[in-house]
């Protein structure tokens, strides 16, 4: 039976391997994923990364370099990443860990191809694209970190 969250697979075992910055999980039904910090930083449940209602995620530029610091508990149900760029806010369930390690893949061309619709970088050095505007010249003065959000 899964609990509210959807549970329908448990960690059985979770290692955080800090030199090649991953978490590496395996599930009780033997499947084993692997997730680059830069991945679940990128892809953060957190309402700062989605947003609060559909069409509203970030897109997230210049964090290849991204390394985790800590994960704790919380609960039963899930883990709080606390990331070097201090971005601490995600919660990341049992759920939301097992389907983003089986869409890995697909998720990652995702970001991928989102950051270059939009003429940014994984490179925190060149966050946008030598050709785009500056966040001022566009009227968006969020990239900073201006809006209130920590990014």
Same mark, same amino acid.
């Given at each position: 039976?899964?609990?509210? /969250?959807?549970?329908?697979?448990?960690?059985?075992?979770?290692?955080?391997? !800090?030199?090649?910055?991953? #978490?590496?999980?395996?599930?009780?039904?033997?499947?084993?994923? @692997?997730?680059?910090?830069? /991945?679940?930083? &990128?892809?953060?449940?957190?309402?700062?990364? !989605?947003?609060?209602?559909?069409? !509203?995620?970030?897109?997230?530029?210049?964090?290849?370099? &991204?390394?985790?610091?800590? &994960?704790?508990? &919380?609960?039963?149900?899930?883990?709080?990443?606390?990331?070097?760029?201090?971005?601490?806010?995600?919660?990341?369930?049992?759920?939301?860990?097992?389907?983003?390690?089986?869409?890995?893949?697909?998720?990652? @061309?995702?970001? /991928?191809?989102? /950051?270059? !619709?939009?003429? #940014?970088?994984?490179?925190?050095?060149?966050?946008?694209?030598?050709?785009? @505007?500056?966040p001022a010249a566009s009227g968006h003065s969020c990239g900073s970190g201006g809006c209130g959000h920590k990014h």
């Amino acid at each position: 039976m899964s609990d509210t /969250l959807g549970t329908e697979h448990w960690p059985v075992e979770i290692r955080h391997r !800090q030199a090649e910055k991953l #978490l590496e999980i395996e599930f009780d039904d033997g499947k084993t994923f @692997q997730y680059p910090a830069e /991945l679940l930083r &990128v892809e953060s449940p957190s309402a700062e990364v !989605q947003g609060h209602g559909p069409g !509203q995620k970030t897109i997230v530029p210049g964090r290849r370099h &991204v390394g985790i610091m800590k &994960v704790e508990p &919380v609960g039963h149900y899930a883990i709080r990443i606390e990331f070097d760029d201090m971005h601490d806010t995600g919660i990341y369930s049992w759920r939301y860990l097992y389907d983003m390690g089986r869409d890995k893949d697909r998720i990652w @061309q995702g970001y /991928l191809d989102a /950051l270059a !619709q939009h003429g #940014l970088s994984r490179d925190p050095r060149a966050v946008k694209a030598p050709a785009a @505007q500056s966040p001022a010249a566009s009227g968006h003065s969020c990239g900073s970190g201006g809006c209130g959000h920590k990014h």
